[in-house]
């Protein structure tokens, strides 16, 4: 092929080629992305219902107005704001230790791996199945085991101090694993050299860990920390199957009152407003990250 | 050689000729012309009846074989939110079996049309049609009512010596004694928010029971009426004599009932039909009773409309005509058990020597009330999420009934139904 | 010494204690499908799983159509991940390589996918898949679930993609071969372990997902596990036994194929993760 000829290498073809690529999935993210949360957003300013999707009118922002009104609206943005702050810090630090605790070669460490990664791997249908059964009341094996030894039988999805903490619990099992797997990739860049020069120096673990390890595995925590917040704000089929929102919406989290608004109310504007909710809250918390991280290149380029 | 005249004869003869011909032959290829109707509705997924009704239904392929019936299965759940889904869409099934909530909201938005026709000429109707007729149309006929009743296991009542409930207290006397001489569960009951449409729908039994009207004479939305209060006391008292296995959804405690470790139940023919067959309990172990309260309680029912998205709205009306019709209402009545029907069709003998306790749920359908709101029909499920809400906060929180219902009467009046 | 040992049983105890937190629920989703319901709901469950009950198990199974949902499930999940491959690769790429007007706001687009919960897209969704013919049809799930693993994909593809140094690209690129082979040709092989990754996320995605699929399609053979397993809880009864047995079934594809990419994984986040 003589030089030039192809289209690629001519000026304007190598302006185009960035296009040419990023056009077909943004193209398709458009169409069943953007273009239905686009019509969500504008939803939220009208009173549309399910019944009548097409009928609603302009309202403005009366919905939002209604929910700064309710008083629920803020439990539900509490629980929405703990959740996603509880799961971070438990799944995060769960991850980080599994990771930890088998990085280094033991006899029957693939086993022991495989079987850590089960939470993440199992559908959420058949993970809210089976701990709704574990935390049954009356016939669940967590109740049975506190029997046997003795001890009260606990209401783990009725009670509204158990409820928030039961589901947090089938959470982190879920995430954990995640957690667990980015950390360990990033362990293993971390120079063994480095490590043992260390520790022959002198160094007890936590230091070695500290000086050493957590440098490497910084910009894998927080990434992941992002993640973990952003899909728990998302969350939605682990809190429904298991507790339905309650008891008295001490699990009502935005999603399940986007759920809830929408479906029994048929009130299609105030959803999408608790919806515009969520993602603002989402991209705070973006900002949170993207300002850690700035903050954190600096310091590690010091 | 033809006359004009005798030409136009002809021509006119030919004409009249050639429409009535085409007519007949349109008439035929419409009847003959094959249909395929969607019928939507939950019982298909049903392990126990939903076969059964099928097969009834599918009797109608005899009576009209040009028709093609199709399921469309959607588990109960999620069956409200879809069907909603689907006709606000412009979609959605030819005919749909509706719980009465859902009824009267697609009724509310348009979605159903007028199936008087179905109905012209049909005498024998009975009262669970009333409700079908919105503003004067027809929009929809009875498929099945469910009556509650007070269930209970025989041999266990028995062997513990116990007395068949005819009040609160009696009920929880009762529950704890057959609890402590046969280790069995007292009593079954919904009681959580996450169920809200159950919970409500069971909860009006106790609502009724103690005489409870959500709305008052002007129709102005009354909730803590004295009524009220007594019946949340009362549903308290039961929740914290722990007789109920908390924390259970309620196919978990039917569940529990079927598998003969359960005593007493509040539940409906549907659900009672289930527990009585094939398990641990058999159905000649199961009684009822009239339920524990001084008033008549509730029903569940499942209204037929047809959708106006339906292409083929008239041949769904005429499958509606053959359902209330003797043939289909003898077919439905082999498949639903005790429920009642559109029309008053009695139980089969061989069913009702098998199944005792179906008498009771016959008696009680009699005076029995529908779970939704007068002149509220369309909105209950959002003001009883209210009242729920309040009786979760009285359970769980020990909330004061009446301060509690104060404040949900204070959160109606606020949204303004 | 004596610290280094009690290092190790501490370790050890851990791990151990890890474990078994992870893997408890799928033990007693076992036991649980091994139970009669008279023992489930009276005597006390039995803690280890009774294999001798097996038969009971798949006969009461037997009327349960799971292996055409298995099917349904596997159709969804892989047209997912190669959907979201394809149109990933082709973002990561553009995203890695080029720095053209907009590449902040293309990156800000993708993250923001990450925040929609589907309940919110549902309603104007269907909406348009009446319009598009795509309800009752499982080209419409696999469309749109790539929505939301396609920025997945896309970005752990371009993390990969900028540890690749660019003179590898550049011989080619001199000899005028097009983009898109350089793309298929060059960079991914590069990166299979990256791709592996991505490919499990959305397959997973797709293999998990309940929402649409419950929402989108009407015929009951179309079902994925997902929908089939819900329609299983009864209105009436939990034939608790079946329900766990199914859920069994559910899971354990996805545990093998996630079992045997794993080491894939690792090694795929690698290549982007320190990078961050």
């Known amino acids: 092929m003589t030089p030039g000829s192809s289209k690629w290498l001519s000026g304007r073809g190598k302006a185009i080629a960035p296009y040419v690529f990023i056009l077909p999935p943004l193209a398709y993210l458009a169409v069943f992305m953007f273009w239905p949360l686009a019509r969500q957003m504008w939803l939220s300013l009208t009173d549309t219902r399910l019944t009548n999707p097409n009928g609603g009118s302009f309202v403005g922002l009366e919905n939002y107005q209604w929910l700064f009104d309710d008083p629920e609206f803020y439990t539900t943005l509490n629980v929405t704001v703990l959740y996603a702050a509880v799961t971070v810090v438990l799944g995060v630090a769960l991850g980080t230790i599994s990771a930890l605790a088998i990085n280094r070669p033991f006899p029957g460490r693939p086993l022991a791996r495989a079987i850590m990664l089960f939470g993440w791997a199992v559908p959420n249908v058949a993970a809210s199945l089976i701990w709704l059964w574990m935390y049954n009341e009356r016939s669940g094996v967590f109740n049975d085991m506190l029997a046997s030894l003795g001890l009260d ?150 | 050689m033809f006359t004009r005249a005798r030409r136009s004869f002809l021509t006119g003869a030919a004409a009249l000729i050639a429409t009535a011909a085409t007519a ?15 019928i939507a509705n939950s019982q298909w997924v049903d392990a126990l009846r939903g076969k059964n009704l099928w097969n009834a239904v599918q009797q109608y392929q005899k009576a009209a074989p040009n028709v093609t019936l ?217 009684a009822a009773a009239p339920l524990p309260f001084q008033h008549p309680g509730a029903h569940q029912q499942i209204f037929l409309g047809v959708s106006t998205h339906s292409k083929h709205q008239e041949a769904a009306i005429d499958f509606l005509a053959w359902l209330v019709g003797p ?20 139980v089969t003998e061989a069913f009702q020597a098998a199944n005792p306790w179906a008498e009771t749920f016959a008696e009680l359908a009699k005076d029995s009330r529908s779970t939704l709101i007068p002149g509220y029909e369309v909105q209950t499920t959002q ?24 404040r949900a009467q204070r959160k109606i009046d606020a949204k303004r139904f | 010494m004596t610290s280094t040992i009690a290092l190790s049983i501490f370790r050890y105890v851990l791990i151990a204690a890890l474990v078994a937190f992870a893997g408890f629920p799928i033990y007693w989703m076992a036991s649980t499908a091994l139970s009669a319901n008279s023992e489930l709901y009276s005597t006390g469950q039995v803690p280890w799983p009774q294999l001798q009950k097996l038969p009971e198990l798949i006969s009461a199974m037997a009327g349960v159509p799971i292996g055409r949902w298995l099917f349904n499930t596997f159709l969804i999940a892989c047209g997912t991940t190669v959907l979201s491959l394809l149109l990933g690769s082709l973002a990561g790429y553009a995203l890695s390589r080029f720095r053209f007007r907009g590449r902040g706001l293309v990156g800000f687009l993708l993250f923001m996918t990450q925040v929609v919960p589907e309940a919110l897209i549902l309603v104007p969704l269907y909406a348009m898949f009446i319009t598009l013919g795509l309800l009752n049809n499982l080209m419409g799930l696999v469309l ?96 608790l036994s079946a329900v766990m047995g199914a859920a069994l079934l559910f899971s354990v594809p996805a545990i093998v194929f996630f079992l045997l990419i794993q080491r894939q994984i690792v090694a795929g986040l690698t290549a982007g993760a320190v990078k961050g």
């Open chain 1, 153 to 302: 039988r606990v209401s783990w999805l009725t009670s509204t101090h158990m409820a928030f903490s039961s589901i947090v619990a089938v959470t982190v099992w879920q995430v954990a694993p995640f957690v667990m797997l980015v950390v360990l990739a990033a362990l293993q860049s971390v120079p063994d050299e480095v490590r043992e020069a260390a520790r022959v120096d002198g160094a007890d673990a936590l230091s070695v860990f500290r000086a050493v390890t957590l440098p490497h595995i910084l910009p894998s925590l927080q990434l992941v920390s992002l993640l973990v917040a952003v899909w728990s704000i998302r969350r939605f089929d682990i809190i429904y199957l298991l507790t339905g929102g309650g008891p008295i919406g001490s699990t009502s989290t935005l999603v399940v009152k986007i759920r809830q608004t929408a479906f029994e109310s048929h009130e299609l504007g105030v959803a999408s407003a608790y919806g515009a909710i969520g993602l603002i809250l989402a991209l705070l918390v973006a900002f949170v990250h993207f300002v850690t991280d700035r903050r954190r290149q600096k310091w590690m380029a010091q």
């Open chain 2, 24 to 38: 007949m032959t349109l008439n035929a290829s419409h009847a003959q012309e094959p249909v395929t109707l969607v």
């Open chain 2, 70 to 286: 199709v399921q469309e299965a959607i588990p109960s759940a999620e069956f409200a939110d879809k069907i909603t889904t689907e006709m606000a869409a412009g979609q959605g099934p030819d005919i749909a079996m509706m719980q009465d909530g859902l009824f009267y909201t697609a009724a509310d938005a348009g979605f159903l049309v007028d199936i008087g026709k179905a109905v012209e000429g049909v005498e024998n109707l009975n009262a669970t049609n009333d409700h079908g007729v919105v503003n004067g149309k027809r929009l929809g006929i009875a498929w099945q009512r469910a009556v509650y009743a007070l269930i209970y296991n025989k041999p266990l009542v028995d062997k513990a010596g116990a007395k068949v409930p005819v009040n609160v207290d009696e009920l929880i006397a009762s529950s704890q004694a057959v609890h402590q001489a046969t280790g069995a569960i007292g009593f079954i009951s919904r009681h959580q928010v996450s169920d809200l449409t159950g919970f409500f729908m069971d909860f009006q039994n106790w609502a009724y029971g103690y005489g409870v009207n959500w709305v008052d004479s002007d129709g102005k939305l009354t909730i803590d009426t004295p009524e009220a209060v007594a019946a949340v006391t009362a549903f308290k008292k039961m929740y914290d004599a722990r007789i109920i296995p908390v924390g259970d959804d309620f196919p978990t405690q039917r569940t529990r009932f079927k598998e003969a470790q359960v005593s007493f139940g509040i539940d409906n023919s549907g659900g009672t039909l289930n527990i009585a067959s094939g398990a641990a309990l058999a159905p000649g172990d199961l």
């Open chain 2, 327 to 346: 043939e289909g209402q003898a077919a439905l009545r082999e498949a639903s058990g005790p429920d009642a029907l559109a029309t008053d069709v009695p």
């Open chain 3, 144 to 239: 749109a679930n790539v929505g939301f693993s396609l920025p997945v994909a896309a970005f752990i593809l371009k993390s990969a993609m900028d540890s690749i140094p660019y003179e590898i690209e550049e011989s080619a690129i001199i000899d005028n071969c097009p983009r898109f082979g350089i793309l298929s040709m060059i960079v991914l092989p590069l990166i299979m372990p990256s791709v592996a990754a991505a490919a499990v996320i959305a397959f997973f995605a797709g293999w998990n997902e309940f929402l649409f699929a419950s929402t989108f399609l009407m015929d009951r053979s179309l079902w994925p596990t997902s929908v089939g397993l819900a329609s299983f809880i009864g209105q009436y009864e939990t034939p």
């Open chain 2, 383 to 406: 003001i009883m999420r209210v009242v729920m809400e309040a009786v979760e906060r009285v359970l769980v929180a020990d909330d004061d009934p009446q301060a509690a219902l104060t």
